[in-house]
C-alpha cells in the first residue's frame, strides 16, 4: 500500500519554526488464530465437532486499518535561549479500527467503523538557573467512535456509538525538575518526576465498573556522576506508593470484566554504571 507524507515548514525568525504535516497511516490486516469464520453455507464453527479441512471454515480474517493525520505545529527558543517551547494541535481520522474482542472466550480481532480524534499537545524546557532545568508538558485528546454496533456489548447495539478511545486518557501531563552540581571530580545530579493522567477505562460500553482512576507517579534520583565516566545513582519511584493498572477490559458482558498490569508499589534502587 502507498502512503503519502507532506510537510511545510515556514521559519519567521531564527530560532521559530511553524509547521503543517498531512500524513496517510496503515495497518495490515490478517487472520486470527483463535477463531474460525462461518462457512461458504454460513454455519458457524462454534459448537461444531469434529471439523475437517473440506467443511470450509477457516481462520476470521480483518481488513487493513487506515488513518490519515493532519498536524499544525509551532517550535521556538525563547529568553536568550534559555526555554524551548512546543505547541501542536492534531486531527486523526481513522477507518476499519482494528479491535480485539471476546467471541465465545476467545480473543479475536475486528474492524469497526470511523473514529475521528483531535487535541492538543504543549512542552516548555526551561533553565532555571545555573542548577536547575524545568520540563513542563501538558495533553489533551477527544475523540469520537461511531458503526461499533458490531462489538457494542449492551442490550442495545446503538448504546456505545459515539464512545472515546478509552484507554487513552483525556488529559495527561508531566514535571521534571533536574538538578545539577559541580564538585570536585564530577558532579551531583538530581531529579524530582511527576507524571499525571486523567480517568479512563470503561470500555467502549463506558462501563463505570471498569474505570481506572486519575492518578499521578512521582520519583526521585540522585547520583553522582565522575569525570571520568563512571556513576551512582540511588533512585525512589512511585514515590507516594500509588496503584492503579495499566489496562482493563471489558469482555463484551461475555465473561467478567477484569483489569490487569498492576503498577510496580513505592521501590528503592541503586544503580552503577560507566
Not at 52 to 79: I, W
Request: charged share 20%; glycine share 12%.
Amino acid at each position: 500500500d502507498l502512503q503519502t507524507r507532506v510537510l511545510a515548514t515556514w521559519h519567521p525568525g531564527e530560532d521559530a519554526m511553524f509547521f503543517a504535516s498531512y500524513t496517510e497511516g496503515f495497518k495490515s490486516g490478517g487472520f486470527g488464530s483463535f477463531n474460525l469464520s462461518n462457512n461458504a453455507a454460513g454455519e458457524p464453527a462454534l459448537g461444531n465437532g469434529g471439523l475437517t479441512q473440506a467443511d470450509g471454515f477457516l481462520p476470521n480474517v480483518f481488513q487493513p486499518e487506515t488513518v490519515d493525520s493532519f498536524e499544525l505545529g509551532y517550535k521556538d527558543s525563547l529568553l536568550d535561549g534559555n526555554a524551548n517551547v512546543d505547541l501542536t494541535a492534531f486531527y486523526y481520522e481513522y477507518e476499519d479500527l482494528q479491535v480485539v474482542v471476546a467471541d465465545g472466550g476467545a480473543s479475536i480481532v475486528e474492524n469497526v467503523g470511523a473514529v475521528e480524534a483531535w487535541g492538543l499537545e504543549g512542552s516548555i524546557t526551561t533553565r532555571l538557573n545555573d542548577h536547575f532545568n524545568l520540563y513542563l508538558a501538558m495533553g489533551y485528546l477527544d475523540s469520537e467512535a461511531n458503526d461499533l454496533q458490531s462489538i457494542c456489548g449492551l442490550e442495545d447495539a446503538n448504546g456505545c456509538e459515539g464512545s472515546s478511545l478509552f484507554w487513552a486518557p483525556e488529559f495527561s501531563g508531566a514535571l521534571v525538575l533536574d538538578g545539577s552540581f559541580p564538585v570536585d571530580g564530577g558532579a551531583i545530579t538530581s531529579s524530582f518526576e511527576v507524571f499525571w493522567e486523567s480517568e479512563r477505562g470503561g470500555g467502549w460500553e463506558d462501563l463505570s465498573t471498569t474505570k481506572i482512576d486519575a492518578y499521578q507517579e512521582m520519583a526521585f534520583r540522585v547520583a553522582y556522576e565522575s569525570d571520568s565516566n563512571w556513576f551512582a545513582e540511588a533512585y525512589v519511584e512511585n514515590l507516594t506508593d500509588e496503584f492503579t493498572w495499566d489496562g482493563q477490559n471489558n469482555n463484551g458482558g461475555i465473561v467478567p470484566s477484569h483489569f490487569f498490569g498492576p503498577r510496580k508499589p513505592r521501590t528503592f534502587g541503586v544503580r552503577v554504571g560507566a
